[in-house]
């Protein structure tokens, strides 16, 4: 046994946990009331109010020497520490989750208001009730949990929280220079991804990479009669239609030349361990909710797996053109769209951006003026899910859920990651969360289902003391 206890102790602070349960709630619906839109000027208010709650929060949850970090320009980001482990050994984890959250989307197709949680079928409903808020309390939860029953914990524990993670963690380079010694840590554990289905816990060793791009094409400086000029005048908008379609093959998959070409191959294990799930695109298209008829996009000839987690893709996340409520027979001026393109391992975001870039220009009809803004750009993640640590998580995971957890990959991205790591030495990240297939994260109907987060909550609390039993190095 090392430190001061041993895993005799952890019985009696899962009580704990489930006593206060319903406080824990409480709480998560409070901070889910705060409508805190990163991407959205108008809610920046909501995002400092949003993390003043959390730093309450987190204070209330016996977290020493919580404060906000600030930066210029930057949504806050809130810290807290607990670092008086009795074992000299035990390790420093840092928590991590986000208090900033998407736009609700049509508001109008929400069963019930977004930001008034509210529980329907052992489900909580609200925007980031879910991504990520529910991270939060699960963090908050387990140190209060093990406080309140031994006034002690395994081992040291930062908690950080960011504030920009829905916005693509924009000022992330400087964030990390800037705190570095603040958020030093020797594990990192993530509250941001979830389970491979409900009940069924996974650890996340996988995200893909992003890069956003706006390209605008513009042939006049105002909107000119379609039927004088229909024939001369090239449209923008089906100018635009036909660059976009340039970019992608028959399966729909990214066909721009050399964006591709640094794609990592997976290994023959990685490639096992996702035949070894058995899913098919099939049965994945269904569980999105895909109307009858519809068939799978991507290259049949890839597992569905390998598609979403490990090869690229282009999602048009936003097109403005003239809406159809006023449209008239007019060609309009110009027309623009949001390119998101999700990048696979081994893809350096840089590059693919150019490899883009020169395509747009390669493709653009008739010379329409062509504007092209690059946004973010971020890589993939990846990690070798073995090892002590992810032993650790595995036991925990186990215990929390009475399940033992897969290994998974999670096609979306969490920017922080990869440089969060890199940043400690290769520390070992863990990848867990709230999330569930019906979760409809950055969806509408956002939902948590409440009884995996105790799970998920109860997990947290193993592997603080998993962790601290574990030599990492
Ligand atoms: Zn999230």
Known sequence: MTGAFDRSAIAAVIETARAALPDTQRDLEALARIPSIGADPAHARDVVRSAELTIAILQEHGLENVRML?????????????????????????????????????????????????????????????????????????????????????????????????????????????????????????????????????????????????VTLRALDGPVHSGIFGGAVPDPTVSLAKLIASMVDEHLDVAITGFGDDVRSL????????????????????????????LPAGDPAINVFERVWARPNLTVIGFDSHPLAGSSNQIVAAATARLSFRLAAGQDPQRACDAITTHIYAHVPCGLETTVVVHEAVPAWTTNPVGPAFEACERALTAGFAKAPVAAGMGGSVPFVGPFVNAFGGIPALLIGPEDPHSHAHGEDESLHLDDWRKLIESEIHLLAELALTPLR
């Not at 736009?103 to 909580?124: H, I, K, M, Y």
């Not at 490639?271 to 298209?285: F, K």
Request: hydrophobic residues 40%; contains cysteine; aromatic residues 8%.
């Open 70 to 214: 600030d930066l210029d320009g930057a949504h806050p980001s809130v810290l807290g520490e607990w670092m008086h482990a009795d074992n000299p050994d035990a390790p420093t984890v840092l928590l991590y989750a986000h208090h900033d959250v998407q736009p609700p989307g049509v508001v109008a197709n929400w069963t019930s208001d977004p930001f008034e949680p509210v529980e329907r079928n052992g489900r909580l409903y609200a925007r980031g009730v879910c991504d990520d808020k529910a991270g939060v309390l699960a963090h908050a939860a387990a140190v209060k949990a093990w406080l309140d029953t031994h006034g002690t914990l395994p081992c040291n524990v930062k908690v950080f929280i960011e504030g920009e993670e829905e916005s693509g963690s924009p000022n992330l380079e400087r964030f990390l220079t800037t705190y570095s010694e603040d958020l030093r840590a020797d594990v990192f554990v993530l509250a941001d991804a979830g389970q491979w289905k409900v009940g069924e816990p996974a650890i996340t060793y996988m995200l893909r990479g992003l890069a956003t791009i706006d």
């Open 267 to 294: 290994t023959n294990t990685e490639r096992q361990r996702i035949l070894d799930l058995g899913s098919s695109a099939e049965s994945y298209l269904r569980a999105a909710g895909a109307r009858p008829g519809v």
